[in-house]
């Protein structure tokens, strides 16, 4: 007995330390979460063999944090867990692995910087935390994800990478991307996985999304920042100093728009109506005409490879609705129509497929004298199909009908003897065939004077 009351004043000693160790905080972290029960967490199953240090060395940015996990889920011994049991793990505590987003297409002068090290984009190059894109006039670029989500930025753009990783335990990925200046657009793959997110962000707003395809852009000069969601939806949440609601999340659903300074979402412009659809661009400029609709201050054109816009070549924005873009190759492209409305937001796009047939036609005439008979040799060039059939016509110019008319031409020249004296208008059409279709175009009338030497 006597020893029993000489140890009793350490054993309570000791079991007051206990008990003072498990209400300190073990980590900064640890108190977070356990200041905050609503903060996000991740549920495991426990299976047979597992403990609480062995998970942690497994799945948690710090061992020491364990501490937190037991007491969040009341565990009395870290050694001795219940197999089928499921615990809560705060997603903050929890290890990742980083991603790579990839230089999928890119035009024109587009550079990363990665630290204090500034290097040219190139195709496949690995992005990753931290890297900055940017884009100069006229410059695009589109990154690709490892679930096949899309980036892309127009010109005069600046996108940093905040977050791009996978946690180890469930894989969740976590996707942020912070506009410094311009804009964004992306298109998220839905994401089956509730602790997966996909966020675009300015100094002055957020949006979270979890499959859609939406814009985002940011003026450091007004302080303004946008959203405008064409398909599912994003929620906006918007910081302190706007009309917005600061600090609550909005849901801006497909089809409409908000900013920073607006109380809500409003009902964006539809999209514009591209005249002549089907016209063979076949002059030296793309050349676009739109109809215009009530309420748009600009409208915004592009034209890409591909009908995802992925790989863009060219865009514009213009105040009247006919626009002019720079040549292209000859091939298959894409034009996407926008129009812009007085709060600065983009509307619904429409997406037009065309064909670009480049039809240059440099035209001359020569005539000289062979015995009794004055010939007029008339040549044409056609760099930009160099096999294809031509027409010659040849007008008198007070007649409608041609007096020469050739057609099913292989050579660049024609030519055409003794005219009387007077007024000539000619031109030459360019017959193409290509992939079973066949594109024709006309030159422009070219004139002749012909005034014989009495």
Not at 158 to 169: G, H, M, P, W, Y
Not at 258 to 280: K, Q, S
């Amino acid at each position: 007995m006597d020893i029993v009351l000489k140890r009793l004043p350490d054993l309570r000693l000791l079991a007051a330390l206990i008990l003072l160790c498990l209400a300190a905080p073990a980590s900064p972290l640890a108190a977070q979460n356990r200041q905050e029960p609503g903060a996000a967490v991740v549920l495991y199953r426990v299976k047979a063999g597992d403990n609480l240090y062995e998970l942690a060395e497994r799945y948690l940015t710090r061992v020491e944090d364990y501490v937190a996990v037991q007491r969040l889920n009341a565990i009395a011994n870290p050694r001795r867990l219940k197999p089928g049991s499921l615990i809560r793990i705060p997603r903050s505590l929890l290890r990742h692995e980083p991603l790579r987003a990839v230089v999928q297409s890119y035009r024109g002068t587009v550079s990363v910087q990665r630290g204090s090290a500034r290097r040219p984009a190139a195709i496949g190059m690995r992005l990753g935390e931290g890297d900055i894109l940017e884009t100069a006039e006229k410059s695009f670029v589109s990154l690709r994800l490892p679930d096949d989500s899309t980036v892309a930025m127009p010109s005069r753009s600046s996108v940093r990478i905040e977050r791009l990783r996978r946690t180890l335990l469930g894989g969740a990925i976590d996707r942020l991307f912070s506009i410094v200046k311009g804009r964004a657009s992306a298109n998220v793959t839905p994401m089956s996985d509730p602790d997966s997110r996909f966020d675009m962000s300015t100094p002055m707003a957020v949006s979270a999304v979890r499959g859609t395809e939406f814009r985002m852009s940011f003026d450091p000069d007004a302080r303004r920042a946008t959203t405008e969601v064409t398909e599912g939806k994003v929620a906006f949440t918007a910081d302190a100093g706007g009309s917005a609601a600061p600090g609550r999340a909005q849901l801006v659903a497909g089809g409409f728009g908000i900013a920073t300074d607006l109380a809500e979402p409003v009902a964006l412009l539809r999209a514009p109506d591209l005249l002549r659809p089907g016209r063979v661009q076949d002059e030296e400029k793309l050349r676009f005409e739109l109809r215009p609709i009530v309420g748009a201050l600009r409208y915004h054109l592009q034209v890409a490879r591909d009908a995802g816009f992925l790989e863009l070549l060219d865009d514009a924005e213009t105040v009247a609705p006919i626009v002019e873009l720079e040549p292209v190759a000859n091939g298959t492209y894409f034009v996407r129509v926008t129009a812009i409305d007085a709060r600065g937001l983009e509307g619904m796009p429409a997406v037009y497929g065309f064909e670009r047939r480049l039809n240059r036609i440099e035209a001359s005439v020569e005539d000289a004298r062979k015995g009794r008979h004055r010939n007029y040799l008339f040549r044409w060039r056609t760099p930009d199909a160099p096999s294809a059939q031509y027409r010659f016509q040849l007008f008198a110019a007070s007649q409608a009908d041609p007096i020469v008319d050739e057609a099913g031409l292989t050579s660049t020249s024609f030519v055409v003897a003794d005219l009387p004296d007077g007024s000539y208008r000619w031109r030459v059409m360019t017959l193409q065939f290509v992939g079973g279709r066949i594109y024709d175009s006309w030159s422009g009338f070219q004139e002749l004077r012909v005034d014989t030497e009495k």
